[in-house]
């Protein structure tokens, strides 16, 4: 028996759901990084690095090489720079939103005073 889309989707952005992980996906959006360059970028140790790495490889989100003694890691759905992309948009619209809604409570305050 197969899950609904709904649940899929719910494990899907589960998997999303960690600092870190959203982290090492940015950097690898914007080019291939090796594990030390990794953990230049991100505050954890190297072994929470390591499991962060294994969930999204899991996932199928990241894939990696092994050159030269070293280990790289990649994206593997290219479309995940679009989900990113479209999150940082997301939350734009809602800081937006926020804004013009103080803007409006702020308003409303000065003309019922």
């Known amino acids: 028996m197969t899950q609904p889309l709904y649940q899929v989707k719910a494990e899907f952005f589960r ?14 959006a914007e080019r291939d990084h090796a594990v030390h ?5 991100i505050e954890i140790e190297q072994s929470n690095l390591s499991q962060q790495l294994a969930v999204l490889r899991r996932a199928g989100l990241v894939s990696q090489q092994r050159a030269a003694g070293e280990v790289t890691y990649t994206l ?4 995940v720079r679009d989900l990113l992309r ?28």
């Open 15 to 28: 998997t999303l759901g960690h600092p870190a992980r959203i982290r090492i996906l940015e950097l690898l």
């Open 37 to 41: 360059e990794l953990l230049e970028q």
């Open 76 to 79: 593997a759905l290219p479309l």
């Open 86 to 113: 479209t999150a940082r948009e997301v939350l734009l619209d809602q800081v937006t939103g926020q804004g013009a809604l103080q803007a409006a409570l702020r308003d409303s305050l000065h003309e019922s005073a």
